[in-house]
């Protein structure tokens, strides 16, 4: 059952994610691109970390919304936007080809993907509320409220820089 | 998962979409019908009729479903034709998969099978239904840019920008209730409402009152509908739908009126719980009945409070639609950001040093 499911889901995220290269308009790309957060919330969801499922959609949803509101709103041309031009496609296409290959071979050779990371404890608690909740406040105390404090500077920095330009 | 287990599964489901899409959307409908034309001293709907029988309006509900279902299916030109279709469904079902972690009753045991009146009992049941509920922005943003017409992209732009800020705001409200009852899953927070001083709506009657503004507004109903505001955008967002997909919209709306108050039955109002009788005692009163005839005679009495609840909290947004004008676009968005936010805030600060200090008991 998992295992269909996982197919399934899997296949849409990747053919989504080629549609969202492929797609001419950057609006039909932004809905690619949420199909491709949704599907992989589903992947999520399946290893048991239904935490990082919500927040993948909670977070990736708002964040590609707002990137769509940007399309919607800056680029008002409806079509052939963000094409190129035949010649400059087949360099494209060599560059994607050149830095592709190699990096899909390294992520085929290397160990991180395989068995569990070192700090997870108890893979049945890993990834539902308590266990993250655990880690965050414990073990990476530092460092999360240091990120904490950088997305604050980022947040007053941005509304600081409107107020100058309004005046 | 085993065939039982399957079936039980196919059996909520089954009931929750019969309850949402075959029961309440269309009598909210004619609710909305009656309800406005009895405050506003009308009559109401009440032509439709079956062989000289109008059943006080009710079969409006059938007739215009006949209508729109022969409608033509009109896609203005220039209007990217894929999107334009693919809105409404991404509208829908985000309202009906919400519904998804609120359960609609207790855990049974009947017949030696553990039954949990529950879709998806989630480790992270309200981060779910927010997240559900963020992706419900995209149907009406989409909807209003594919229309190719500036009122619908009118209409779009302002429910993004409504539902993003009060889906912040929305998030900040329950939070106390999370403190209070120190869990995520809907399932336990039911459970620790057993005892009627532990309802969520006798602490936390404030966060409440801001959550359900929130929830309304995140609806875009009356009056937050500014997106739809026929006195300035036509009909916002939907302006060129017609029809089934119309209709789509239209549901969605409804069903997430019910979604609304599912959740604040759950979160405030104990679920499926009878004040002062707790689950045991309730099944314990029908023991003459032998353990398995008793505990299925409670479990339909829990489903039947909480399907009271629901339709008392559905007549309340209803009341509201029709008692409240619009506020007009920034007023909105100063509600949002610069009241009920701070607001919020400030009662997680409350409910924080309440907790603490011993006054507020956390079941």
Redesign the interface.
């Known amino acids: 059952?998992e295992l269909i499911i996982f197919y399934l889901v899997s296949s849409m995220a990747v053919v989504c994610a080629v549609g969202m290269i492929v797609a001419q308009?950057p609006?039909?790309s932004a809905?690619c691109l949420?199909a491709v957060m949704?599907c992989l919330?589903v992947l999520f969801a399946l290893l048991n970390a239904?935490?990082i499922?919500?927040?993948q959609?909670?977070v990736y949803?708002?964040a590609i919304?707002v990137l769509?509101?940007f399309v919607?709103?800056l680029m008002n041309l409806r079509e052939k936007e963000g094409l190129v031009s035949a010649h400059l496609e087949k360099v494209q296409m060599v560059g994607v080809l050149a830095l592709g290959a190699p990096l899909l071979w390294v992520m085929s050779t290397a160990k991180v993907f395989v068995g569990a990371g070192g700090d997870v404890k108890d893979l049945a608690e890993f990834g539902?509320?308590r266990g993250v909740g655990a880690l965050l406040y414990t073990e990476y105390l530092l460092p999360f409220e240091i990120a904490s404090i950088l997305l604050l500077a980022a947040l007053v920095g941005a509304v600081v820089l409107t107020k100058i330009k309004l005046r | 998962?085993g065939i039982a287990e399957m079936i039980e599964t196919i059996v909520k489901i089954g009931f929750i979409i019969g309850l949402t899409i075959g029961f309440f959307a269309p009598m909210l409908a004619w609710v909305e019908r009656k309800q406005s034309a009895v405050m506003q001293d009308r009559i109401g709907a009440n032509r439709a009729d079956f062989f000289g029988f109008t059943v006080i309006g009710l079969l409006h509900s059938l007739a215009d479903a006949i209508k729109l279902i022969f409608k033509e299916d009109f896609i203005p030109r220039g209007a990217?034709r894929?999107?334009h279709t693919?809105a409404p469904v991404i509208a829908v079902i985000p309202s009906l998969i919400a519904f998804a972690v609120i359960p609609f009753g207790g855990k049974y045991t009947l017949w030696g099978h553990e039954v949990n009146l529950v879709i998806a009992d989630?480790?992270?049941g309200v981060?779910?239904v927010?997240?559900?509920s963020?992706?419900a922005?995209?149907g009406v943003?989409?909807a209003g840019?594919a229309s190719n017409n500036n009122w619908s992209?009118l209409g779009g732009?302002r429910a993004?920008a409504q539902m993003?800020s009060y889906?912040v705001a929305m998030g900040l409200t329950v939070i106390g209730l999370i403190m209070f009852y120190q869990s995520?899953s809907m399932v336990d927070i039911v459970a620790k409402q057993d005892n009627f001083f532990h309802w969520g709506i006798i602490w936390h009657w404030p966060a409440f009152v801001l959550f359900l503004a929130c929830a309304v507004a995140e609806n875009k109903r009356v009056p937050f509908d500014a997106p739809e505001a026929e006195a300035e955008l036509v009909a916002g967002y939907f302006t060129e739908y017609s029809g089934m997909k119309f209709v789509m919209f239209w549901t969605a709306e409804f069903i997430e009126m019910v979604t609304i108050a599912g959740l604040c039955v759950a979160l405030f109002f104990g679920g499926h719980h009878v004040p002062f009788i707790t689950d045991a005692e309730l099944a314990g009163g029908f023991s003459f009945l032998g353990p398995n005839v008793s505990n299925l005679v409670a479990m339909l009495i829990g489903v039947g409070v909480f399907i009271f609840k629901l339709v008392a909290l559905l007549i309340l947004q209803m009341t509201i639609r029709w008692t409240m004008p619009r506020f007009r676009y920034d007023q909105i968005m100063k509600l949002g950001w610069k009241m009920i936010l701070p607001l919020s805030l400030t009662w997680i600060f409350i409910v924080g040093v309440g907790i603490l200090t011993g006054v507020m008991p956390s079941p």
């Open positions: 059952m308009k609006v039909t809905v949420v949704f919330a239904h935490l499922a919500a927040l959609i909670l949803a708002g919304m769509f509101l919607i709103m539902t509320t | 998962m990217e894929a999107l693919l989630l480790d992270v981060l779910y927010f997240a559900i963020s992706l922005t995209y943003v989409i840019w992209l732009l993004s993003f889906e995520l």
